[in-house]
């Protein structure tokens, strides 16, 4: 059983920058990926990044740019630096991990760009 704990959400302005993090825990070794998703309000819950344990990553459109993906495996985290916020990027994030042909979700973290 993996445990995915979300952690770095807030309140920023317009064209500041937050930084998210997530920290795996369990019976774990390698976790092949690892990623960031977002779910606003009446919407589906879509890709922001994502990035496997080789270091390759993906980003959704919309924050292409904007936002970077890392980790690190030894200690089975995914960090989300985002940059230059928009108030479109208001959203409940959400951390992913894929392990063992199992996917895992946090709870969530929210994060509200507003002036």
């Known amino acids: 059983q993996v445990q995915l704990v979300e952690s770095g959400g807030g309140l920023a302005q317009p064209g500041g920058s937050l930084r998210l993090s997530c920290a795996a825990s369990g019976s774990i070794g390698s976790i092949p990926g690892m990623g960031w998703y977002r779910q606003l309000p009446g919407k589906q819950r879509e890709l922001v990044a994502h990035?496997?344990?080789?270091?390759?990553?993906n980003y959704g459109d919309s924050v292409k740019g904007r936002f970077t993906i890392s980790r690190d495996n030894a200690k089975n985290t995914v960090t989300l630096q985002m940059n230059s916020l928009k108030p479109e990027d208001t959203a409940v994030y959400y951390c992913?991990?894929?392990?063992?042909?199992?996917?895992?979700w946090g709870l969530g973290t929210q994060v509200t760009v507003s002036s």
């Open positions: 990035i496997t344990s080789g270091g390759t990553t």
């Open positions: 992913k991990a894929l392990h063992r042909g199992l996917v895992h």
